[in-house]
Structure formats: structure tokens, C-alpha cells
């Protein structure tokens, strides 16, 4: 069994479905993370064989051992945080 990576620290932002917006970010955290991602692969037949795969991959992260410094619901800067990803990630 490999040691998960130790984090150093952490900033969370999350918008839910109704809207409500949740930041967290400790810097002062002595936990681990564990990144696994999976994919759903298909077949295809002649004249192309070989896998490819179905969808955008799922990922599961798990986060122990948070000492969280500031927990703020529906805070502005988390909904400015997402979107800035979200554009970040747009072609």
C-alpha cells in the first residue's frame, strides 16, 4: 500500500444546486488526499478496433484530516472562484 501525498494546504470552493455557495481553506492542514479517476471504455469494431472511451472521466478525491481556518456559506468570492475555473477550462 503506497502513503497518500500530505497536503500542504487547501481551498475549497462549492456551489450547490439551489445556489447556496460554501468556501473552506485551511492552511494548516495535516491530512492526506487520494485521487482516483475512472473512465468508461467502448469497443468499436472494423474497420477501427481498440477502446475508446465514453464520456468525461469520473473522480473520486478523498480529503482527511482538515483543520479548516475559514468555513463561509454563500460567500461571493466562492461563486467568483468557480466561475474563474469554469473559464479557465472553456476553449
Known amino acids: 500500500m503506497t502513503e497518500s501525498p500530505k497536503i500542504s494546504r487547501i481551498a475549497l470552493a462549492i456551489e450547490l444546486e439551489d445556489g447556496t455557495t460554501i468556501r473552506l481553506y485551511s492552511g494548516e492542514v495535516s ?8 473512465h468508461d471504455v467502448g469497443r ?4 477501427q478496433r481498440g477502446p475508446y472511451l465514453l464520456g468525461p472521466p469520473r473522480t473520486n478525491i478523498t480529503i482527511e484530516g482538515i483543520h479548516a481556518y475559514l468555513i463561509q456559506h454563500n460567500d461571493p ?7 474563474q475555473a469554469r473559464e479557465e477550462i472553456q476553449p
Open 77 to 83: 468570492n466562492a461563486t467568483k472562484a468557480i466561475e
Open 44 to 47: 468499436i469494431g472494423y474497420p
Open 31 to 38: 491530512g492526506t488526499v487520494n485521487v482516483e479517476t475512472e
